[in-house]
């Protein structure tokens, strides 16, 4: 399968490692308006290639390069310095994303091809993306939550002394400072996450689950402030995402895409079924009226967003 990336900075780079790594692609095209930074990039990855799946990686000077990819991942534009929020991106990537979809557009397989957006403001972007490319929106998956629903993972697991794998939880709505904390449909070994603490004789009172939530929804501002920027967990994320598209998996994950038409219309992340054709079906989680209420506002404030572009 030949993939193309299109913006070759930190999350770009981290993304290309990362799927090289999963020996999925036979073909990986690196595209950044910076052809030096992408020739850089193609020739270092080029060289780890010796050390794990012979693929062919190649740093493009032009769309036309890309012609053959079957699914495109964007992740080209401003990333957050530290004290900005993901919005404060907003007008800056809009520009981006316009500029580089009817250039993509133009080079793909409009009947197939994927788009996998990472920019951010994710959930934003998403929309800008699937109203310019007018593919459908099952086709235009944002990562979304993929990471805070990790991060809420892990660090749950640490707190309950029990694998990741054993964990079922979710993080909803905008991937931003709006995102939903799932605490209603957490299960562990198929428990309740309630049952599992009395089981368990684990404590996790409400001062606890606030100050965990509180980590969830800062990680990515003290990974920033620590080291300018984050790039390995979404790598990962989005290999995992190819992963299961490739493999038409039929995953749940909490990837983001546009639900609704016209006014109504908006991405944000709930658990999708993930496969080959995309999204194949999108669910609709069970939520207490605090949860529900909560993602209402995160849904408004991706949609007033959007409204401002
Ligand atoms: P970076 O500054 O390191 O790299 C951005 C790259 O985009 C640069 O190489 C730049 O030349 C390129 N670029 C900009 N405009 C372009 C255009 N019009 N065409 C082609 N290339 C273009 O930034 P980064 O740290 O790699 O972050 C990239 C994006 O990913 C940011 O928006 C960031 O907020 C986002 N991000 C998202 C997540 C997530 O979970 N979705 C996580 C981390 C970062």
């Given at each position: 399968?030949?993939?193309?990336?299109?913006?070759?900075?930190?999350?770009g780079?981290?993304?290309?490692?990362?799927?090289?790594?999963?020996?999925?692609?036979?073909?990986?095209?690196?595209?950044?308006?910076?052809?030096?930074?992408?020739?850089?990039?193609?020739?270092?990855?080029?060289?780890?290639?010796?050390?794990?799946?012979?693929?062919?990686?190649?740093?493009?000077?032009n769309?036309?390069?890309?012609?053959?990819?079957?699914?495109?991942?964007?992740?080209?534009?401003?990333?957050?310095?530290?004290?900005?929020?993901?919005?404060?991106?907003?007008?800056?990537?809009?520009?981006?994303?316009?500029?580089?979809?009817?250039?993509?557009?133009?080079?793909?397989?409009?009947?197939?091809?994927?788009?996998?957006?990472?920019?951010?403001?994710?959930d934003?972007?998403?929309?800008?993306?699937?109203?310019?490319?007018?593919?459908?929106?099952?086709?235009?998956?944002?990562?979304?939550?993929?990471?805070?629903?990790?991060?809420?993972?892990?660090?749950?697991?640490?707190?309950?002394?029990?694998?990741?794998?054993?964990?079922?939880?979710?993080?909803?709505?905008?991937?931003?400072?709006?995102?939903?904390?799932?605490?209603?449909?957490?299960?562990?070994?198929?428990?309740?996450?309630?049952?599992?603490?009395?089981?368990?004789?684990?404590y996790?009172?409400?001062?606890?689950?606030?100050?965990?939530?509180?980590?969830?929804?800062?990680?990515?501002?003290?990974?920033?402030q620590?080291?300018?920027?984050?790039?390995?967990?979404?790598?990962?994320?989005?290999?995992?995402?190819?992963?299961?598209?490739?493999?038409?998996?039929?995953?749940?994950?909490?990837?983001?895409?546009?639900?609704?038409?016209?006014?109504?219309?908006?991405?944000?992340?709930?658990?999708?079924?993930?496969?080959?054709?995309?999204?194949?079906?999108?669910?609709?989680?069970?939520?207490?009226?605090?949860?529900?209420a909560?993602?209402?506002?995160?849904?408004?404030?991706?949609?007033?967003?959007?409204?401002?572009?």
């Open positions: 399968m030949k993939i193309a990336i299109i913006g070759i900075g930190s999350v780079s981290a993304v290309a490692t990362a799927v090289q790594k999963t020996g999925l692609a036979h073909e990986i095209i690196l595209f950044d308006r910076d052809g030096i930074r992408a020739r850089a990039a193609a020739e270092d990855l080029g060289h780890a290639s010796a050390f794990s799946y012979d693929i062919k990686i190649t740093a493009a000077s769309y036309r390069a890309i012609r053959g990819s079957e699914i495109v991942i964007i992740a080209a534009g401003a990333n957050q310095k530290p004290g900005e929020t993901r919005t404060d991106l907003l007008h800056k990537n809009a520009a981006v994303i316009s500029d580089i979809i009817p250039k993509v557009m133009e080079n793909v397989d409009t009947k197939t091809v994927k788009l996998i957006i990472v920019t951010n403001p994710l934003v972007m998403v929309m800008l993306a699937q109203k310019i490319s007018k593919l459908p929106s099952s086709r235009v998956i944002g990562t979304g939550t993929m990471l805070d629903s990790a991060r809420f993972k892990i660090i749950l697991s640490r707190q309950l002394s029990v694998s990741t794998r054993s964990i079922t939880s979710y993080v909803l709505g905008e991937h931003g400072d709006s995102s939903v904390i799932n605490w209603s449909s957490v299960f562990i070994g198929g428990l309740h996450l309630d049952e599992f603490c009395k089981q368990s004789k684990i996790l009172p409400k001062t606890t689950r606030n100050t965990i939530e509180h980590r969830v929804r800062n990680a990515a501002y003290e990974i920033i620590g080291r300018g920027a984050t790039w390995d967990g979404i790598g990962a994320a989005v290999a995992d995402l190819l992963y299961a598209i490739i493999n038409d998996e039929k995953r749940i994950l909490t990837t983001s895409a546009v639900d609704g038409i016209g006014k109504t219309a908006v991405a944000m992340s709930i658990p999708r079924i993930i496969g080959n054709k995309g999204v194949i079906l999108t669910l609709r989680p069970k939520l207490d009226s605090t949860e529900s909560a993602l209402r506002k995160s849904a408004n404030i991706i949609r007033k967003n959007f409204d401002l572009i």
